[in-house]
């Protein structure tokens, strides 16, 4: 037990030092299942804050929905103001003024606290209706099962390392939490065996619900990281009965040697078959065409625009990698400049627009600053252009990589962007002028292939079709309740809404890789690295 923990101790010894707690190596098993004392509040935080500094963890870890599910088991003998993180902030700067490891994760704001009873986070009450949470109330004890699936949500959710339940102050919060057995938490080694099983839970689980769906898709991408090469793969299904969208992560695999076609190929269908999937995939999304091509493939716009890419490039390289350039962008634009992100092409939209928002006398004096070479005017210019013609195209991205986007919004929204597109042309130099004509000639290939499709259909089954959709709209029902009445129908639908309009959902698998995988874990194992990614994207634990 942690000294100081008792009943006339004072709890401030928490924080003062790590040998308060049994090292990993003197530390077998913990007895949690005797009588655990309670704290002060105040000791409570204090313990909150030692384990956040001494992981160098962000002070938002104070807002994890599973973060506060362990915490919330802990009793305490007083009320305890828990609705927001200004009270550890105040705390840490208060009492530990000289301990500067943590900040702010910038943007972050003020999230909302949840505050569970169980392992869900959908238990958690709304935060209108909790303002002070009292505490002092007996707090129920959890089993040991209990308290590994607490603590590997937290781990799994946060992407943390499994050697976080070998930290002193780490355990030193565990310890508090009172069991109803001789309940122990379990080492590195112990704890990664617990999170295979479940794990292979995880997966057994899957393959029995996909048993029972009858239209299935997925999104398929490759992602190149630490010099390694991986295959995500993500599954996408409707449910029967209430028609609303599910979707889970497959695989994020190694690929090795070159990514040709029939490498491809053949891992993909290793992995649709290893859940039994080769004959109920009915589309996979793979991610298609290249804007640079049209800007390169022109000799008047090339030059420029790979002189103006090349420019912009530096200017992020420089403002990433350096505090004094960052600190010159942000005094000059009075905002950070945004860095594109690989999976996902709006990023560099958003990061261009970002720095033609500044003034093309600032960020000559900018490039300047920082030895980058300046834009002159026709440069600047494209970049404008360019970001003006390409906006009704993003905003057509965000929506059809929208959560909750199926593949029947396909087609209006090509439409939108098609007409949005074209009232642009007249706002653009000779430079862009084509461009429009290019995502429109893009987007009525799509519309070309079903009108080519309608006109080889005879005439009698073309009649028959519209009858039929005239007899289905004088039943009434606009809602996708009134498909239970024609079960052919609901079938057709299913089958051609169950894909979805774009790859978005694997480049988001890729985005939780780049959490994971970071440079103090880059000794992790393939397999390894794919089971916790798969358990944090599928929500394993929740």
Known sequence: MVPGAGKNASTSAVMSSA???????????????????????????????????????????????????IIEKIPTN????????????????????????IEMVPGAGKKCIYFCCH???????????????????????????????????????????????????????????????????????????????????????????????????????????NNRSYMGVTLHWM???????????????????????????????????????LNEVVATIQEEGDVEKYFTSSTSTKTVYKINIAKCTALWTKASRSTVASEQVQVVSQRKLL????????????????????????????????????????????????????KPLTAALDILQGDNCSY?????????????????KDTLSRMTADLPDVIVKVCSYTFDLLANFGYLLPCTIMIREQSIVQYVL???????????QFPNIKNIFLKFNTPTPSSAPVEWLFSLGDLVLTPRRNRLSDKRFEKLLLMRYNHCFT
């Not at 077998?28 to 030692?50: D, F, H, R, Y």
């Open 19 to 69: 040998s308060a707690c049994p090292s990993p190596a003197k530390r077998q098993k913990l007895n949690l299942s005797c009588p655990t004392p309670t704290i002060t509040g105040e000791g409570l935080k204090k313990l909150v804050a030692w384990y956040i500094v001494e992981n160098m963890l962000s002070i938002s870890t104070v807002d994890s929905p599973s973060f506060w599910c």
């Open 78 to 101: 007083n009320k305890a103001t828990k609705n927001s993180t200004s009270n550890l902030l105040k705390h840490l700067k208060g009492q530990h003024s000289t301990v500067k490891p």
């Open 119 to 225: 392992v869900s986070a959908s238990a958690c009450p709304s935060p209108a209706k909790r303002q002070k949470l009292n505490l002092s109330c007996p707090t129920p004890t959890i089993t040991g099962e209990g308290l590994k699936k607490l603590v590997a949500w937290y781990i799994v959710e946060n992407m943390l390392s499994i050697s976080t339940v070998d930290s002193p102050s780490f355990w030193c919060i565990i310890e508090k939490i009172p069991t109803n057995n001789k309940a122990s938490l379990p080492h590195r080694k112990m704890f990664a065996a617990y999170l295979e099983r479940e794990y292979a839970m995880m997966e057994a689980s899957l393959k029995a619900t996909l048993e029972e769906v009858g239209f299935i898709s997925t999104t398929a991408d490759i992602w190149t990281a």
């Open 239 to 277: 449910d029967r009965n209430t028609l609303k969208g599910n979707k889970a992560a497959l695989a994020c695999k190694r690929l090795r040697g070159r990514h040709t076609f029939d490498v491809i190929a053949a891992e993909l269908e290793q992995i649709h078959s290893s859940y039994g999937l």
């Open 339 to 390: 860095v594109p992100s690989s999976t996902r092409w709006n990023s560099f939209h958003e990061a261009v627009s970002r720095i033609t928002e500044i003034p093309m006398n600032e960020l000559n004096s900018l490039c300047t600053k920082l030895g980058v070479k300046c834009f002159n005017d026709k440069e600047h210019q494209l970049l404008h252009e360019y970001c003006n013609a390409m």
């Open 408 to 424: 029947g919004a396909l087609l209006p929204t090509l439409e939108v962007l098609m007409a949005k597109t074209l009232t642009l």
């Open 474 to 484: 004088r039943s009434g029902g606009y809602e996708f309740e009134s498909l239970n």
